[in-house]
């Protein structure tokens, strides 16, 4: 079935939803994010996904499902990038710096393939150069965002493969995944996904949406 849709009115950010700052990690979070969660889970329960960050050698398809959608509009964000930006520039102290917002929805899929996998194999984690915007959509939310400490030449090769042994690394902390759950950090930390059990996803999609947003250079 086809629906038409407003993505401004489908996605509207709820201007009262619950905000908190862990100080120690800062990391902003935000619980309840948007005004009209039931009927955005209706949108990406019920469509098809494309592949993502493939290779002649990659896993994807074959270990898991790594899957993006995206829609785009220029006019997305007007009043919402004000809601974020005011958070990240009074959290973050950027004394009213300009920020840049990426004017799309992005969201991510996955689904395992492997049943019984260890957590030690996680999302390759990776940098990013901006703020990075987690939107946690699934209804399951099992797990959620990793923060590593940073590693010096760190090389990311999710397109070979998605899952990494992060026993190798030190986590200073997770960002807890919940439904219309938003949380926004640096993205020059090492990061990645991280599953509690995968056997939840084998069974289930994880779907997140992502946005960025730079700082003035």
């Known amino acids: 079935m086809i629906k038409p849709f407003i993505s401004d009115n489908l996605f509207e950010i709820n201007q009262n939803a619950k905000v908190s700052f862990d100080a120690v990690n800062e990391i902003i979070y935000i619980d309840d994010v948007f005004n009209n969660y039931e009927e955005i889970l209706d949108l990406i329960y019920n469509v098809n996904v494309e592949s993502w960050k493939m290779s002649s050698t990659s896993r994807n398809f074959i270990d898991y499902y ?18 974020f930006y005011d958070l990240i520039n009074y959290y973050f102290k950027l004394n009213n710096k300009q920020l840049f917002f990426q004017n799309a929805y992005s969201f991510n899929y996955f689904k395992n393939k492997i049943k019984d996998l260890t957590n030690n194999y996680q999302f390759f ?3 990013d150069n901006a703020f990075n915007i987690i939107f946690y959509l699934d209804t399951t939310c099992n797990g959620g965002t990793a923060i590593y400490e940073n590693v010096d030449n760190w ?5 070979h493969n998605l899952f990494y042994d992060v026993s190798r690394l030190k986590t200073k ?14 993205g020059d930390k090492l990061h990645g996904g991280y599953i509690q059990t995968h056997d939840v996803y ?7 949406m992502v946005n960025f947003v730079k700082e003035e250079l």
């Open 155 to 159: 090389v990311n090769e999710e397109q």
């Open 125 to 127: 984690p990776h940098y």
């Open 173 to 186: 902390t997770l960002i807890q995944s919940k439904p219309n759950r938003a949380s926004i950090f640096k």
């Open 202 to 208: 084998y069974y289930n999609w994880r779907i997140n």
């Open 66 to 83: 790594d899957c993006r959608l995206s829609y785009n509009n220029v006019n997305t964000y007007k009043k919402d990038n004000k809601f």
